[in-house]
């Protein structure tokens, strides 16, 4: 018998536009996973500013991911949707791992050598503890499943590796305050369908992203049908027809990221995309697609602006939200104070 209820429990940045990656690899699986589970779903602020924000963007992107959440179908009421700065534990217990985790662990991390490049001595300490941060986030909760892209691979396995290290080392005392064997759960990511790793549409190898300085290489949620329909025209393919099997995709990213991306946006298989699409040249397959694109994000981007247009609503749900997080995540802070052996009121 564990002692974990099934919990999901995920995050994304306000940093940049959210874009079809964000949208397939995670926005839509959060949407999908409220129907079996409790979820809490968290715009993470404060990873966010590991490198620098202009404070007015942080504010207005933090709107706009919850906005995003809410109008793909997130419901904030039966589940929760908060801003992470504004409950004190994921500070508070990062910090406790921040003791846990071991340098080699961190110094493993791809995404941090991508993001500090060259210049690592210039990096924020915060960038190095990011995925520390995570792991707070998500064991806050003491959640059990997590839905992410393949990107965040890593960073869960390093979570997991957290809370079987607190486990360990504080075993005894564990015991002794009545928690059994295991404080924290192990975590399982949850990285399915056909859009776990979503690529740019001018470079397959490449992973579809905020942070690339060509606007051609993203969908983003907030673009209109005219400026999607224009991407996926110039999105980069081979001279090739679609094969009938995906065996017949190996070898050509560019061409295995938009079917991908069609099976992900039509809620189905990439192998049902090639029955359909098998021996057709991209001059149809790209209408169909963007056809296919503007169908499902142009209701959510129009939602997206009836939202924003009221930006007391957002914050009223964040903070309602923040006040049922903060609940949860208090009584967890709670307990692991009493296993390290920190004094707190009773
Ligand atoms: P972030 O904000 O970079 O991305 C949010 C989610 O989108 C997924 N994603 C993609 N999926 C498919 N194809 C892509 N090209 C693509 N780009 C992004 C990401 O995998 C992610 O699921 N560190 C996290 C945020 C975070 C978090 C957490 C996630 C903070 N705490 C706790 C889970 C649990 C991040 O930067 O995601």
Redesign the pocket.
């Known amino acids: 018998m564990t002692r974990f209820a099934p919990r999901v ?5 306000p ?1 940049g536009n959210l874009h079809l ?2 949208y ?3 926005i839509v699986r959060f949407v999908e996973m409220q129907e079996t589970h409790d979820c809490i779903y ?1 715009v ?1 602020d404060m ?1 966010a500013i590991t490198v620098w924000q202009d404070p007015a963007e942080l504010t207005r992107a933090t709107r706009e991911v919850t906005a995003a959440f809410l109008a793909a179908g997130i419901d904030p009421v039966a589940h929760i949707v908060f801003n992470q700065s504004q409950v004190h534990v994921h500070a508070e217990l990062a910090w406790v791992f921040n003791c846990v985790a071991r340098m080699g662990w961190l110094n493993r991390m791809t995404q941090f050598k991508e993001k500090a490049g060259k210049d690592r001595e210039n990096a924020s300490v915060g960038l190095f503890a990011y995925p520390n941060l ?1 792991a707070a ?2 064991l806050a909760y003491l959640a059990t499943h ?1 839905p ?5 691979k890593q ?1 869960l396995e390093l979570a997991r590796d957290i809370a079987a290290k607190f486990n360990h080392d504080f075993a005894e005392s564990i015991a002794a305050n009545g928690y059994g064997e295991e404080f924290f759960p192990i975590t399982e990511p949850l990285i399915t369908g056909p ?5 740019s549409l001018r470079d397959g190898t490449r ?3 905020k942070s690339d300085p060509s606007d051609y290489s993203r969908i983003n949620l907030t673009d209109d049908a005219e400026a999607i329909a224009l991407k996926l025209r110039k999105a980069k393919t081979d001279p090739e027809p679609l094969p009938s099997e995906t065996d017949g995709l190996k070898g050509r990213a560019e061409a295995e990221n938009l079917v991908g991306i069609y099976a992900a946006l039509a809620g189905e298989t990439k192998e049902a995309v090639l029955r359909d699409y098998g021996g057709a040249q991209f001059s149809n397959f790209k209408p169909a697609l963007a056809d296919l694109a503007v169908a499902k994000l142009a209701p959510i981007a129009g939602e997206m602006r009836r939202l924003l247009a009221d930006p007391g609503h957002i914050d009223a749900v964040l903070v309602d939200g923040a006040d049922r997080a903060s609940e949860i995540a208090m009584k967890t802070m709670d307990g692991v104070k009493d296993v390290i052996g920190f004094i707190r009121k009773k």
């Open positions: 429990f995920s995050g994304v940045q940093t990656g964000n397939l690899g995670a968290c993470v990873h995570m986030d998500i997590v992410v892209g393949e990107d965040q960073h859009a776990t790793r979503v690529m992973k579809m992203s």
